[in-house]
């Protein structure tokens, strides 16, 4: 069974930059594809990013496309986002997700099978 815990997470002004981090448990990690989502309030859970198992492919969405950057180390099983020039639209409950597509970035929730439960971002104006 895979286990997905997102640490990082906090308060942070508008501009500023946050790095999260995702460990997993289970053997799979390596053969893998890792996404982030985010879901705020009254809302539905939307993609964030995406890498392929061997990190040579990324995706973003169009919102985050030149402030946020995903990557992955897969000797230590983690997933990282690091979140540059945040705003408070940026405000969210972030999500890691595991997808047994590895040679694919998915951008839809049903393509994940396996997720951690979340960390809180915050960002004030």
């Known amino acids: 069974q895979v286990q997905l815990v997102e640490t990082g997470g906090g308060l942070v002004q508008a501009g500023g930059s946050l790095r999260l981090s995702c460990a997993a448990s289970?053997?799979?990690?390596?053969?893998?594809?890792l996404g982030w989502f985010r879901q705020a309030p009254g809302k539905e859970r939307e993609f964030v990013a995406a890498?392929?198992?061997?990190?040579?492919?990324?995706s973003y969405a169009d919102s985050v496309k030149g402030r946020f950057t995903i990557s992955r180390d897969n000797a230590k099983n983690t997933v990282y986002l690091q979140m540059n020039s945040l705003k408070p639209e940026d405000t969210a409950v972030y999500y890691c997700a595991m997808s047994g597509r590895g040679y694919y970035t998915p951008r839809s929730v049903y393509d994940y099978g396996d997720w951690g439960q979340g960390t809180q971002v915050t960002v004030s104006s």
């Open positions: 890498i392929t198992k061997s990190g040579s492919v990324t």
């Open positions: 289970g053997r799979t990690f390596s053969s893998s594809s």
